[in-house]
């Protein structure tokens, strides 16, 4: 069984900043691709950041020079730093991430959601 958890979500005031991290856990082989979305109330989830298994970042227009996204890979772990925070980024935020588990002729890819984290910025 996989698992990811997201931690460090919680109240920040406006130009403040906040590092969230996740866990990738369990009967895991490889990593690939680990993302961040978020979810603000009334809204769609939407993709804020993305990062290769080779560290290469994409990021929505929105948060692009503000947010900044890492990776150990030998922890499976994926970071978010998030500088010069707005309202508008007030969301709950999710960690997806693309594994592999299994052994030679038997591996299976998944796609494997965190229960999210929330990031509310406020005065």
């Known amino acids: 069984q996989v698992q990811v958890v997201e931690s460090g979500g919680g109240l920040v005031q406006p130009g403040g900043s906040l590092r969230l991290s996740c866990v990738a856990s369990?009967?895991?082989?490889?990593?690939?691709?680990m993302a961040w979305y978020r979810q603000a109330p009334g809204k769609q989830r939407e993709l804020v950041t993305s990062?290769?298994?080779?560290?290469?970042?994409n990021y929505a227009d929105s948060v692009k020079g503000r947010f900044t996204i890492s990776r150990d890979n030998a922890k499976k772990t994926v970071y978010l730093q998030m500088n010069s925070l707005k309202p508008e980024d007030t969301a709950v935020y999710y960690c997806?991430?693309?594994?592999?588990?299994?052994?030679?002729?038997?591996?299976?890819?998944?796609?494997?959601w965190g229960l999210g984290t929330l990031v509310t910025v406020s005065s």
């Open positions: 990062i290769s298994s080779g560290g290469t970042p």
């Open positions: 369990g009967s895991i082989t490889s990593v690939g691709v």
């Open positions: 997806n991430t693309d594994v592999v588990t299994g052994t030679p002729g038997h591996y299976r890819y998944l796609q494997v």
